[in-house]
Structures are given as structure tokens and as C-alpha cells.
């Protein structure tokens, strides 16, 4: 008994090469025609009858060019081996309706072969995409529950009063779940600047008096989530003890593109704060400390509290235009105006 795993597998499976096309082709000419030239002497008025599982499985293994030249092959031998008069082509008109008729019918089994191979193959690769996605969701899920599980526990940790704390873990749950959110957007796979940004910051964007500038571009996966965090954190950082702690004080998000000695393309984001209160280094580290330091995603990160405001440089790998624009690539990018709800070309 044939299993069903080996035949799925066989009908799932892409043509063969041309060489073994050819050799299975005339494997399923020379087998039918063998075993009608083994039961001639039982059989008369049937020219075809072998010939018709073998055209089948013509249809299921190889593609519609190559079942077709089979069942062609196929029409022209049962012709002129089994159909009277013997050995000449299509001597008589009743010879060529007949073959006429054998070649459509064929035809026709040959495209239901080929449509049971597509819809074999469209199953198998969407159970394939299926189990793909269990497992990414299933990694995300536990890469999350770690996140949550570090952010409760630096959060909490030394805190004498909940409530401030607590407000603290909520803003970066939500920060992490707004993360999530714009990688589901984009299938799992990718986020883009500056929606990314944009996203990011505005619950910290009430006066307007943050900035973005840069190109177009996509990030990969793995940079989405911890650049959202980091963002979050500086702009958390700026509404407590920086230029957004007071009404004269603004930020700026700048980023551009650059090629390095290997010739990939990495992202280089600047965030830039100016006219808050005079700044000095922290005395003490928490998890905002290691929400901005490199990590996976992020390639670099370097924090500089000067007097006159936070500068964080970030440098992501693998980022890559939307659009292919070399202009993107100089000095300076393009400008794009960060409002309270939108981002707009200045």
C-alpha cells in the first residue's frame, strides 16, 4: 500500500530537471506501450487503454509542458502500433477522430493532475508558513514575558514608595507594547522611520517641541523593539530631568544612512536636547541605564550628558531605504516635521 506522506511529498515536490523529465517521459510511454504490446493478443479495439493511468501520472508528477509531450508521444504510438491499419499514421479518418479523441480526453487528465499538484504544493507551503509563524510567535512571546519580567524587576527594585514605581513599569509595558504593535503591522518582519519614531514619542509630544528628521526608511525586526524602548526611555528622561521638563526646552531626532568598509548600510540616529536645565551625569544606573546601552538591534549606543543637554548617538545595522534615493545618503537627509499627530514633508 502506497502511503500518503510519500505521495503528498512526490505531488508537493517541483518538476524534475529536464534530464529527468525526458527520462521519466519516456518511461511513461515505453511502460504502457509494453504492456499493450503484452496483451494485443487479448485485446483488440482498445489502442488506448493503457496508456490512460500512465498519462495521469504524468499530470501529477511532471509539469504541463512535459505531460503534454507525453501524452502526445503516447497518441502518436498507440497510432501506430495498435490501431488498424497497423504501422502508418493516421491512414484513416475514423484513425485520426479516434486519436483526436484519446488526446483531449488525456488532455484533460493531464490538467487535473496539474491542478491537484497546485493545490498540494499551496497546502504544504501554507502549513509550512503556518509552523513558521507558530514558532516566531511562540519566540516573541517568551522574549517578551523576559522583557516584562526585567522591567518589573528593575523597576521595583529599591523603590519605598509602589506608586510611582508602579506608574513607571506601566509607561514601560505600554512603550513595549506599542512596539509590539508596529511590528505586527508589518507582518512581524520589519518597522519604518520615521512611523517608528513617531509612535514612540508621542505621549511626550504635547507642546510639539520634539523634531525628526530623516530619510524614509526599514529597520529590521530585531532593532524595533529595543530601539522603541530607548527612545522611550531618553524621552522619559527628558519630561523628568531635560529639555522637556520646562516650556523653552526642545528635542531633536535625527538620523541618516552610511556605508561602511563592508559596504552595508547602517542607520545613524541623534537625539539631541536643548534649552532645559542644566544637566549632570547620574549618580546611579537602573534599567533606563540598560535600555541604552548596545545590545541586540542596536549595534552602538553612546550617551553624552553635556551641560547644555543629552546627546545619545544610536547606530543600527541593516537598515535600508524605502526608496533608492542617493540624496538620502549625503549629510544632510531630508527634513520631515514632527507634529502632535503626524509626520508631514516640510
Request: charged content about 20%; hydrophobic content about 50%.
Amino acid at each position: 500500500m502506497i502511503r500518503i506522506g510519500f505521495v503528498r511529498a512526490h505531488l508537493s515536490n517541483r518538476a524534475p530537471s529536464a534530464g529527468k523529465a525526458i527520462a521519466y517521459g519516456l518511461l511513461l510511454v515505453a511502460a504502457p506501450t509494453a504492456l499493450r504490446l503484452l496483451v494485443d493478443p487479448l485485446v483488440t479495439g482498445l489502442p488506448f487503454v493503457t496508456y490512460f493511468p500512465f498519462v495521469l501520472v504524468a499530470g501529477l508528477v511532471l509539469d504541463w509542458r512535459q505531460a503534454m509531450a507525453v501524452t502526445l508521444l503516447s497518441t502518436i504510438l498507440a497510432n501506430y502500433l495498435f490501431m488498424d491499419p497497423r504501422f502508418t499514421f493516421f491512414a484513416r479518418e475514423s484513425d485520426t477522430v479516434g486519436a483526436v479523441f484519446f488526446f483531449v480526453a488525456a488532455s484533460m487528465i493531464v490538467a487535473v493532475g496539474q491542478t491537484l499538484r497546485r493545490a498540494v504544493r499551496q497546502l504544504e507551503e501554507s502549513r509550512a508558513r503556518e509552523a513558521h509563524l507558530n514558532r516566531e510567535l511562540q519566540h516573541r512571546v517568551k522574549n517578551t514575558l523576559a522583557v516584562v519580567q526585567g522591567l518589573a524587576s528593575q523597576t521595583f527594585r529599591g523603590a519605598t514608595e509602589v506608586g510611582p514605581a508602579l506608574d513607571k513599569l506601566q509607561s514601560r509595558i505600554r512603550a513595549l507594547g506599542e512596539a509590539n504593535d508596529i511590528l505586527r503591522e508589518a507582518s512581524w518582519e520589519v518597522c519604518h522611520l520615521p512611523d517608528l519614531a513617531v509612535r514612540a514619542l508621542e505621549p511626550f509630544n504635547a507642546r510639539g517641541a520634539i523634531t525628526l528628521a530623516g530619510p524614509q526608511c526599514i529597520l529590521p525586526e530585531e532593532t524595533c523593539v529595543p530601539l522603541v524602548l530607548a527612545l522611550h526611555e531618553l524621552a522619559t528622561n527628558a519630561v523628568k530631568y531635560g529639555a522637556l521638563s520646562n516650556e523653552r526646552g526642545t528635542v531633536e531626532l535625527v538620523w541618516k544612512m552610511a556605508i561602511d568598509a563592508q559596504s552595508r548600510h547602517d542607520l545613524h540616529l541623534e537625539w539631541r536636547e536643548r534649552g532645559g536645565p542644566i544637566v549632570s551625569v547620574p549618580t546611579r544606573s537602573g534599567l533606563g541605564a540598560k535600555l541604552l546601552r548596545p545590545q541586540a538591534g542596536l549595534a552602538d549606543i553612546r550617551t553624552t550628558y553635556a551641560p547644555e543637554g543629552v546627546r545619545c548617538e544610536i547606530r543600527a545595522a541593516g537598515a535600508r531605504l524605502m526608496e533608492a534615493d542617493v540624496a538620502a545618503l549625503a549629510d544632510t537627509p531630508p527634513v520631515t516635521i514632527y507634529s502632535q499627530t503626524s509626520v508631514v514633508p516640510a
